[in-house]
């Protein structure tokens, strides 16, 4: 069951269909070849709840129940949020955006904007080793990703870019990392 809503508004306000839904997890995993696949876990509720998208141009949206049956949603006529129907089953919202990292001399791109207070976890490809977040580099080494919370950033990434890890020696001394 799908329902389309467009919404005009002359004013230039926010319309809002329901309460914000209460999200377990917001995934977004990057593929090396630039693709972008996000998912959204909402927790079950016996009222509507509304879901905001990440911006980008979304393709194949689907909604369905952690049993993987298809969940009853209306979606906005810009596509930036969708409204949950009341459902026993917490929701799976998977989507893919198709325009958000862009490639210029062989360093990826998103400038990127969530705000809501769920922690968005993002996985990259498994040679990839640093990221840059607003400039500042993060080593994922072993990890599968990093989270942001509330979370705006300019991310950055190059594939095959060497990385070296040493111990510094300043006036003497040695740098010790705690743990």
Known sequence: FFVSVSVHSSFAQEVSFAEPAEQ???????????NVN??????????PREVELLEGKISDI??????????????????????IFPSKDNIFVRYNLDDVLNKTDGI????FLYTSSEATAFYFPQKLDLVFANDRPVYIGDQ??????????????????PTYVGQVEWEKEKDRKST
Do not use: P
């Open 144 to 161: 599968k990703g990093m989270k942001c919370h509330g979370c705006q950033m300019k991310l950055e990434y190059v594939f095959d870019e």
């Open 62 to 83: 689907t909604v369905v129940t952690e049993k993987g049956k298809d969940a009853q949603y209306a979606a906005s006529g810009d596509g930036k949020k969708i409204v």
């Open 108 to 111: 990826w791109r998103w400038d």
């Open 24 to 34: 377990l997890s917001v995934n977004v995993t990057i593929s090396e070849e630039g």
């Open 38 to 47: 996000v998912e959204h876990k909402i927790k079950s509720d016996d009222v």
